[in-house]
Antibody, heavy 118, light 107 residues
């Protein structure tokens, strides 16, 4: 059974760096074609894809946020970390991580709400 | 970037009726890598359809989908109370991956 859970601060101040951790089970990030993606959803708005890291450490980023995002993995801990620099109130959202097979994110975590406010 | 436009924004229906949701892409979605997600309030999105017409595990057969290229459709035949939710289409053919703005199916 594939499960994922996001963790991180509920509140960050503008300009601070946000670090989110996705802890997963039921699959390995050493398996070919497997990845973990991050997707966010501002309150009441649509989903926005952010980043994706694959088993072979290949990484993809949203071009709209590329300069601010870093995604890494720790296969020994079954974790993926997303770092977002220079946060702004518009980054307030629920952040989801998801198991990705090929390019399809088929299993999602429950999400974690992050508020960016002074 | 492939922009996905869903219509309508809101669909008001009764249980038992048929819902037809549309998703139009600004460019051809390669390999028809177009999926549909269902999201209920306070919950994570749930995969319903992948690769244009394949039902995900555990999805009842009242959900069907089709289309190709730039035009895709999700149909729910005989709406059940648990089907009232927001539905997002999603293309996973090209980076950046993108989502539609959502269609809310309400009673």
């Amino acid at each position: 059974q594939i499960t994922l859970k996001e963790s991180g601060p509920a509140l960050v101040k503008p300009t601070q760096t946000l670090t989110l951790t996705c802890t997963f089970s039921g699959f390995s990030l050493t398996t070919e074609a497997v990845g973990v993606a991050w997707i966010r959803q501002p309150p009441g708005k649509a989903l926005e894809w952010l980043a994706l890291i694959y088993w072979d450490d290949n990484k993809w980023y949203s071009p709209f946020l590329k300069g601010r995002l870093t995604i890494t993995k720790d296969t020994t801990k079954n974790q993926v970390v997303l770092i977002m620099t220079n946060t702004d109130p518009v980054d307030t959202a629920t952040y989801y991580c998801a198991h990705t097979a090929g390019w399809l994110s088929d299993h999602w975590g429950q999400g974690t709400l992050v508020t960016v406010s002074s | 970037e492939i922009v996905l436009t869903q219509s309508p924004d809101t669909l008001s229906l009764f249980p038992g009726e048929r819902a037809t949701l549309s998703c139009r892409a600004s460019q051809t979605v390669g390999n028809n890598y177009l999926s549909w997600f269902q999201q209920k309030p306070g919950l994570a999105p749930r995969l319903v359809i992948y690769n244009a017409y394949n039902r995900a595990t555990g999805i009842p057969d009242r959900f069907s989908a089709g289309g190709s290229g730039t035009d895709f459709t999700l149909t729910i035949t005989g709406l059940e109370p648990e089907d009232f939710a927001v539905y997002y289409c999603h293309q996973h053919a090209y980076s950046p991956l993108t989502f539609g703005q959502g269609t809310k199916v309400e009673i």
